[in-house]
């Protein structure tokens, strides 16, 4: 079965710009999750969708935000970057919501 | 939350050589999973553990939930088990979603 595609898998935005990552999950998944990786904080959860619906958040400002598609597909936001937000984002997919799942590639964004 | 500690930070191991990964939480998880993550970033499963032993070739896991720790060996490793280890876990949803920081393994031929 194919895995779960992150795009873009690179991108380059600078400070105030905002972007939009998008996550297609394993076929017959219906909840996506995803997370934020950087060096100083490590692996942190951003959020979890399961048919459409935001059913988790992590601690996050309201600049991160999410939808989910009838199709499972997922998009994160991420408005007013800040240096900060440079890091490794990751989706991970599975059938029944259940923690973590199967993860992606990730993206890997950089702000200038 | 809880608190996931994981020793050693540093690995480096030739090749061949056994090694043990261990995971401290603070307190009772659930859903307790480890995961290697690749030179390129890729988060790979490894076992989703959250008591008893599981054995993959190579990587078995013991959890022991009473003693809250968890431990991942690696049996004649070999270059391409290079990377980071992290063992993750919940207490109770994925608010309270916890990583640990990680053993960064290095397997030299």
């Known amino acids: 079965k194919a895995g779960v595609t992150q795009t873009p898998r690179y991108l380059i935005k600078t400070r105030g710009q905002q972007v939009t990552l998008s996550c297609s999950p394993i076929s017959g998944h219906r909840s996506v999750s995803w997370y934020q990786q950087t060096p100083g904080q490590g692996l942190q959860f951003l959020f979890e969708?399961?048919?459409?619906?935001?059913?988790n958040k992590g601690n996050f400002p309201g600049r991160f935000s999410g939808r989910q598609f009838s199709n499972s597909r997922s998009e994160m936001n991420v408005s007013t970057l800040e240096l900060g937000d440079s890091a490794l984002y990751l989706c991970?997919?599975?059938?029944?919501?259940?923690?973590?799942?199967?993860f992606g590639p990730g993206t890997r964004l950089t702000v200038t | 939350g809880i608190q996931v500690e994981q020793s050693p930070p540093d690995l480096i191991l030739q090749e061949g050589a056994n090694s043990t990964l261990r995971c401290n939480f603070s307190?009772?998880?659930?859903?307790l999973q480890w995961f290697h993550q690749n030179p390129w970033g890729q988060l790979i499963n490894l076992f989703y553990i959250p008591s008893g032993t599981k054995q993959n070739g190579r990587l078995s896991a013991t959890t022991v939930a009473t003693e809250r720790y968890s431990l991942l060996y690696i049996s004649s490793s070999q270059t391409t088990d290079s990377g980071v280890y992290f063992c993750?876990?919940?207490?109770?949803?994925?608010?309270?979603?916890?990583f640990g920081t990680g053993t960064k393994l290095q397997v030299i031929p």
């Open positions: 993750a876990g919940d207490s109770g949803g994925y608010q309270k979603v916890t």
């Open positions: 991970a997919s599975s059938s029944t919501g259940s923690t973590f799942g199967d």
């Open positions: 307190d009772s998880v659930n859903n």
């Open positions: 969708y399961f048919s459409e619906t935001q059913r």
